[in-house]
């Protein structure tokens, strides 16, 4: 493919790998830990399963999260960054961050929610951000 041919198959990319990346933290909110909360009523065994959980969690999302970087960098090198691909580029190293900080604190205590809520804001700007790039 030559490159001109290669940017809608990467913008298409773009916007699916976001769309997997906040379907799977939503989920992950709005679904896991409120029946973890019910199903596992002491603190220790509800930490036991959420670390479980975390770590296949990870298997999938550490290399969604790396292909939607390169993604978001390739369609940047073969097109210049606009200022919403610069955009969406700062907004995933963001939440890189929020996530790594809520893994780290999710390892000893559970994660504060507004943690989640921020990380949650910043993934529905990705969306938007996502879409926007081809506008």
Known sequence: MTPPALLPVLSGLNVLLVGVWVGMYLFTTSVLSPAFAELFPNEATRSAHRRTVGRYYARVNGPLSL???????????????????????AVLLLIGGLVSMHMRRGARVRPPAWLTHVTLAASALLCVLSVAVDA
């Open 67 to 89: 292909l939607l970087l390169l993604t978001v960098l390739a369609l940047g090198g073969l097109r210049g960054f606009s200022l919403a691909l610069g955009t969406e580029l």
